[in-house]
């Protein structure tokens, strides 16, 4: 509920709006359609009907176990490197998880959260820009993960898991939530403050480092080995 989401989040309550829905399509789409909604508007959804991901990928997300969460952003975003957004919300993700279940999660770049080898949550981040001045107005970051989820449908079953699944524990979303929310903030800071430490945080989580892997840019398709990750969040292969 949001009364427990806020206070969870105790004196940091009074910056955030929250707003719960039963079931809507995405809950980034429901900020982009929603210009209006003031700055550090969280919107939460019991049900995805079409979770996304990175490049049109979908995001199981129908489960009422799950946390499905969007946080928006208007304000102050000069304070946050663009580029390495999605980084610093992975590791927020991946500490919030680890401190939870007593895990060492790994982060398939740039945008997804592995335990036990298996996805656990994924995040999409969006910005919209002032195209004359080319300046971020709007920052949308999108969370989803498996807390209570029981079951997923078999072709998930090998490839995806929950924090259920891995501690045999129903776990309280709300304080999960509040966590999520103060973590990601203390994150966001460093992608300016402390860029080189997000960095090499984000590296020593990665998955496949040393390891050959597929690139797949639009429509190009190719292989290489992945070498290192670069000042600026990129793969360097």
Avoid: C
């Avoid at 107005?137 to 929950?162: D, R």
């Avoid at 709300?174 to 994150?187: G, P, Q, V």
């Amino acid at each position: 509920s949001d009364y427990e989401i806020l206070k969870n989040l105790g004196s940091a309550g009074d910056e955030y709006h929250i707003l719960i829905l039963d079931e809507i399509p995405s809950t980034n789409t429901y900020l982009k359609d929603h210009e209006e909604l003031p700055h550090n508007t969280i919107v939460l959804a019991k049900v995805q009907s079409q979770g996304r991901g990175r490049r049109g990928k979908s995001f199981y997300s129908m489960d009422e176990g799950g946390i499905y969460m969007s946080l928006l952003k208007k304000k102050n975003l000069k304070d946050y490197d663009i580029e390495l957004v999605t980084i610093a919300s992975a590791l927020a993700l991946s500490e919030v998880t680890d401190e939870t279940l007593g895990t060492n999660s790994q982060v398939k770049w740039v945008n997804d959260l592995f335990v036990s080898g298996k996805k656990i949550a994924g995040i999409l981040t969006e910005g919209t820009m002032e195209l004359e001045t080319r300046t971020l107005t709007s920052l949308i970051i999108g969370v989803g993960i498996n807390i209570n989820t029981k079951a997923f449908p078999k072709e998930l079953e090998e490839i995806a898991t929950s924090f259920f699944l891995e501690s045999n524990e129903f776990k309280e979303r709300n304080a999960i939530i509040a966590k999520i929310i103060l973590t990601l903030e203390k994150y966001l800071l460093m992608t300016k403050t402390n860029p080189q430490i997000l960095i090499d945080q984000y590296r020593s989580k990665m998955l496949y480092l040393g390891e050959e892997i597929q690139v797949h840019q639009g429509n190009n398709h190719y292989s290489g080995i992945l070498k290192d990750l670069s000042e600026n969040g990129h793969l360097i292969i």
